[in-house]
């Protein structure tokens, strides 16, 4: 069966640097993906990993080691407004004009930001 | 009106009722789902649409019942519904193909937040 495994709640103050690792074990990979989603909203596009390395987008960073089977997701210089769950998602299809991979979602991390 | 919109924000029926929860994006993607929230799981995937054809049912119970009769327009059919199936609708859409939902994301509604009683 597919699994994705991140932690369940991670606590850190404002300025802190947090990193949520997410490890999959899944029939097929093409790209590890990472969605926010405050309390009551939408679950929102952050970044998305095909190949192994960093992608920096800003405060947020996210990595990715296909070996591992491993990624993360980096969120530095934390504000108030990062307080929300966090989602690693894996497509277990290669996407093409024929095919359509579907994402499938890790339990969440909820991230708690203090003063 | 853009984005993903759903419609109603939270729905109450009894376990005789008959309701629909309606999807509508405005984005010209091609690929439509449903996926089911409970607390502390995984998001569940239900139902895909590609181009107005449902392409996966993720052993859903007969008792929901997805309809997609456009690319822009997507519904959840409920009857007799049960009280485990409380939980928070999402929607979503993508533009799959040529590394389109790879690069910008599913886009998600808000949700339906539905409670069984």
């Known amino acids: 069966g597919q699994s994705l495994e991140q932690p369940s709640e991670v606590t850190a103050v404002e300025g802190a640097i947090v990193q949520i690792n997410c490890t999959y074990q899944?029939?097929?990979?093409?790209?590890l993906s990472w969605y926010q989603q405050h309390d009551g909203g939408a679950p929102t596009f952050l970044s998305y990993?095909?190949?192994?390395g960093l992608e920096e987008t800003g405060r947020f960073s996210s990595f990715l080691s296909r070996s591992d089977s491993y990624g993360y997701l980096l969120l530095q210089e934390l504000q108030m407004k990062d307080s929300a769950s966090y989602f690693c998602?894996?497509?277990?299809?290669?996407?093409?004009?024929?095919?359509?991979?579907?994402?499938?979602f890790g339990a969440g991390t909820q991230v708690v930001v203090t003063p | 009106e853009t984005g993903v919109t759903q419609t109603p924000r939270h729905l109450v029926m009894g376990m005789t009722n008959k309701k629909s929860l309606k999807c509508e994006q405005h984005?010209?993607?091609?690929?439509m789902y449903w996926y089911k929230q409970s607390a502390k799981k995984p998001l569940e995937l239900m139902f895909v649409?590609?181009?107005?054809?449902?392409?996966e049912n993720n052993s859903v119970p007969s008792r929901f019942s997805p309809e997609c009769p456009n690319s822009s327009h997507l519904f959840l059919h409920l009857h007799t519904l049960q009280p485990e199936d409380s939980a928070l609708y999402l929607c979503?859409?993508?533009?799959?193909?040529?590394?389109?939902?790879?690069?910008?994301?599913?886009?998600f509604g808000s949700g339906t937040r539905l409670t069984v009683v």
């Open positions: 979503a859409s993508s533009q799959d193909g040529a590394g389109g939902a790879a690069n910008y994301g599913y886009t």
């Open positions: 899944t029939s097929g990979f093409y790209g």
């Open positions: 990993n095909g190949l192994d």
């Open positions: 998602a894996v497509r277990d299809r290669a996407e093409t004009t024929d095919s359509w991979g579907k994402l499938q």
């Open positions: 984005l010209g993607h091609n690929a």
């Open positions: 649409y590609n181009f107005k054809e449902q392409t």
